[in-house]
């Protein structure tokens, strides 16, 4: 038995924090499943000056971990590229486009990026921890966001792209997955992967990027982008909080992208008729097919969400009773 024991090794799960006893002489960064829950979990495994200790999450590029910077002792996130796609030059050049973006960028609402390195030839990028959950996640847990979380998180994100815009980026792929709680419930914008400059109007021939779920009419019909491309985003990003429903349904996606340039917006309040009608006339306009009838700033759209807001509160609030922003209900 103290052999079997001196073989195994204790690694705490990301997920649910379970202690799992795991082989001593596993890979580094192989990951086994959570006894209890089944995420995947690692041995600690030290990259330059961080260690990785808990899988966060996992896509088609990479793996984000849970980590420590054992130099200036805090927690961090890494994100390390899959070996395979640092021989990939298009998925290179979208891990660079992140990496400078997010170090240019300096707002509370958008992830820092601390530093970008390499390891034994897989790319890797270090930046702030945001590792509560995703709005798509909340969306999938609770179907609909209440009203006031989703006007927080539009608030925020409507800061965030505006100061995006100001250093000259278009974010591009605005969507539920893109937005990531703290640890303080606050609202963090991700992946400038497909960012790029506001002054390309046009895309190349054959490229159209963003989710079909939320891309504005404009990118469609490569009329050009601009900043309304990403409002429009936005719109439907909140749009789906609030109602548990992307903008436009349909079989599939040819059909849900025709939508969002033929088919008339179902407005909010009619699929869920106990928001205000503030958020309502705020989410459509921002949704508007034509670039032209959208909020003319990010300012705008920010006042109109912050107005609803207020008279969300205003009709809700009891004297005594403390005022239920992003926070509070974060924490319920």
């Known amino acids: 038995m103290s052999d079997t024991r001196k073989q195994l090794?204790?690694?705490?799960?990301?997920?649910?924090?379970?202690?799992?006893?795991?082989?001593?002489?596993?890979?580094?960064?192989?990951?086994?499943?959570?006894?209890k829950c089944h995420h995947p979990v690692i041995l600690p495994t030290k990259i330059h000056q961080f260690e990785l200790r808990e899988v966060v999450a996992s896509g088609g590029m990479g793996t984000v971990y849970r980590s420590m910077d054992v130099n200036l002792e805090?927690?961090?996130?890494?994100?390390?590229m899959k070996r395979e796609i640092?021989?990939?030059?298009?998925?290179?050049?979208?891990?660079?486009?992140?990496?400078?973006?997010?170090?240019?960028?300096?707002?509370?609402?958008?992830?820092?990026?601390?530093?970008?390195?390499e390891f034994e030839g897989?790319?890797?990028?270090?930046?702030?921890?945001?590792?509560?959950?995703?709005?798509?996640?909340?969306?999938?847990?609770?179907?609909?966001?209440?009203e006031v979380q989703v006007l927080d998180v539009?608030?925020?994100?409507?800061?965030?792209?505006?100061?995006?815009?100001?250093?000259?980026?278009?974010?591009?792929?605005?969507?539920?997955?893109?937005?990531l709680f703290n640890a303080e419930g606050e609202p963090k914008l991700v992946d400038f992967g497909l960012a790029r400059e506001a002054?390309?109007?046009?895309?190349?021939?054959?490229?159209?990027?963003?989710?079909?779920?939320?891309?504005?009419?404009?990118?469609?019909?490569?009329?050009g982008e601009t900043f309304h491309s990403d409002m429009y985003s936005l719109g439907g990003t909140l749009y789906h909080a609030l109602t548990g429903h992307v903008p436009f349904e349909a079989e599939d996606i040819e059909a849900i992208i025709k939508a969002h340039i033929e088919t008339p917006l179902t407005p909010p309040?009619?699929?869920?008729?106990?928001?205000?009608?503030?958020?309502?006339?705020?989410?459509?306009?921002?949704?508007?097919?034509?670039?032209?009838?959208?909020?003319?700033?990010?300012?705008?759209?920010?006042?109109?969400?912050?107005?609803?807001?207020?008279?969300?509160?205003?009709?809700?609030?009891?004297?005594g009773e403390p005022e239920k922003g992003f926070k509070s209900w974060f924490r319920r």
């Open 9 to 35: 090794r204790r690694a705490v799960c990301g997920a649910c924090m379970a202690n799992n006893w795991i082989p001593g002489d596993l890979a580094p960064l192989e990951t086994v499943p959570c006894s």
């Open 74 to 80: 805090r927690i961090v996130a890494v994100k390390l």
């Open 86 to 117: 640092a021989e990939d030059k298009e998925a290179m050049a979208s891990f660079y486009r992140e990496a400078r973006a997010g170090a240019a960028l300096n707002h509370q609402n958008i992830i820092h990026i601390y530093t970008f390195d």
């Open 122 to 146: 897989r790319p890797f990028l270090v930046m702030e921890l945001a590792d509560h959950g995703s709005l798509d996640s909340l969306i999938e847990k609770n179907r609909t966001v209440e």
């Open 154 to 179: 539009g608030i925020a994100m409507c800061s965030a792209l505006e100061s995006a815009l100001k250093r000259n980026f278009l974010h591009r792929d605005i969507k539920p997955g893109n937005i």
């Open 199 to 223: 002054e390309i109007t046009h895309e190349a021939e054959g490229s159209v990027w963003g989710t079909p779920y939320y891309i504005a009419p404009e990118k469609v019909k490569r009329e």
């Open 269 to 319: 309040i009619s699929v869920r008729p106990d928001i205000t009608q503030q958020t309502n006339d705020a989410l459509v306009q921002a949704m508007a097919k034509s670039p032209q009838e959208r909020f003319e700033t990010y300012f705008e759209f920010r006042m109109a969400l912050e107005s609803a807001r207020t008279a969300l509160l205003f009709s809700i609030h009891r004297p």
